[in-house]
C-alpha cells in the first residue's frame, strides 16, 4: 500500500469581476487528506473528520472526483480516502473543492502523475457538480494549479495560471452562517445588459493585467462586481459595512468570496492585510454572530505533501 498525506488548500473565488473563472489559492487555510492506493479495488472514504459528510464514494465530492479520473485511466485500482476538514462546508473558500481536488491529485502522484495539473480539473469538477449542481472550476483549479487561475474557456476546458506578484495578501471573513452555493447561485439573474457585460470584461482583463505588470493600483480598480455582488450581497449580513471598512484601512480591493457567505478583501503587504482584518472584526463583533478571520499570503503551489507514506 503506497499513502499520501496531503494539504488542499482553501481557495477564493470569482475576485469580484470573474464570476466562475477566475480563483486564488490561498496558504495558511485547508484540510488534510489521507490518500492510499491498496490492492482491493474499489473507492472507499474510511474515515471524515471536522465535519459530517458522506462517507458513500458516490455521493461525496472526493470519491466521485476520484471515480471520474480511474474512469478515464481505466485500470481497476483501489483506493482508500481520509479526510480531515479544516474548511467548514457552505463557507465560500473551497470546501468542497479541496476534498475534489486533494484526492484527484493524490491519486495522481501515487499514479506517478499521468495527468498534469490542468488535466486534473476536470476529474475534480465532478466533485464540484455534485457539490453545486454546477460543474465550475473557479475553486479547483487554484487548488490544483496554485496561485491565481482563469478558466478561460468550459468547452474546450482551457485553464490558464497567471502571475501573482508577491506583495498580495488575503484577509477573508467567515461569518458562521452556512450560504449553500446552489442557493446563491439561485438568485442570480440569467441575463445581463450589454453594458454591464462590457464594465465587467474591462475589469476582468484589467485585473488579469494588473497580476501579471504587478500594478497594484489597477489590480484594486479591477475588483469591482457589477453584476453578481449587487445580488449576493443582500444574503451577507454587514456586508457593505465590512467592505468599507476594508477600503478605508487600504484594501485594495473587496468582494465576496466564492458563494459566500465569507467576505475577501486583497491588501499590498502583510500590515494593510492585517489592519483590515481588526476593522472587519469590529464591525461583525457587534453583530452577535460567531466568524473566523483568515490572513493568508497567496500559495503558489497549489496542494502540498506533508508526509509519503511507503
Known amino acids: 500500500m503506497k499513502s499520501i498525506r496531503i494539504f488542499t488548500p482553501a481557495t477564493v473565488a470569482n475576485l469580484s469581476c470573474g464570476f466562475d473563472v477566475l480563483g486564488c489559492c490561498l496558504d495558511t487555510v485547508g484540510d488534510e487528506m489521507l490518500i492510499s492506493l491498496t490492492s482491493e479495488p474499489g473507492i472507499r472514504i474510511t474515515k471524515i473528520e471536522g465535519a459530517d459528510l458522506p462517507m458513500e464514494t458516490d455521493k461525496n465530492v472526493a470519491g466521485v472526483a476520484v471515480q471520474a479520473l480511474l474512469l478515464d485511466y481505466k485500470k481497476d485500482l483501489g483506493v482508500t480516502i481520509e479526510i480531515y476538514k479544516k474548511i467548514k462546508a457552505g463557507s465560500g473558500i473551497g470546501s468542497s473543492a479541496a476534498s475534489s481536488a486533494g484526492a484527484v491529485w493524490a491519486v495522481n502522484h501515487l499514479l506517478g502523475n499521468p495527468y498534469t495539473p490542468q488535466e486534473l480539473v476536470k476529474f475534480a469538477m465532478e466533485g464540484e457538480k455534485l ?23 468550459y468547452n474546450p476546458l482551457d485553464v490558464i495560471k497567471l502571475h501573482s506578484p508577491k506583495d498580495l495578501v488575503m484577509t477573508v471573513i467567515h461569518p458562521q452562517i452556512e450560504v449553500k452555493t446552489s442557493d446563491s447561485r439561485s438568485v442570480i439573474k440569467h441575463n445581463v ?61 473587496c468582494g465576496i468570496s466564492g458563494s459566500g457567505p465569507s467576505i475577501f478583501a486583497l491588501s499590498k503587504g502583510l500590515k494593510i492585510a492585517t489592519d483590515v482584518a481588526e476593522a472587519i472584526r469590529v464591525v461583525y463583533a457587534k453583530t452577535g454572530l460567531e466568524f473566523d478571520i483568515h490572513i493568508s499570503q497567496i500559495n503558489s503551489n497549489g496542494v502540498k505533501i506533508i508526509e509519503e507514506i511507503q
Open 193 to 253: 445588459s450589454l453594458q454591464q457585460a462590457i464594465h465587467q470584461w474591462g475589469n476582468v482583463g484589467g485585473l488579469v493585467a494588473g497580476l501579471f505588470t504587478e500594478d497594484y493600483n489597477l489590480i484594486g480598480r479591477s475588483l469591482e462586481d457589477v453584476i453578481i455582488e449587487p445580488l449576493r450581497s443582500i444574503l451577507i449580513p454587514e456586508f457593505k459595512n465590512v467592505k468599507n471598512a476594508a477600503i478605508e484601512k487600504g484594501a485594495l480591493g
Open 131 to 153: 457539490a453545486s449542481g454546477n460543474a465550475h472550476a473557479d475553486n479547483v483549479a487554484p487548488a490544483l494549479l496554485g496561485g491565481f487561475t482563469l478558466v478561460r474557456s
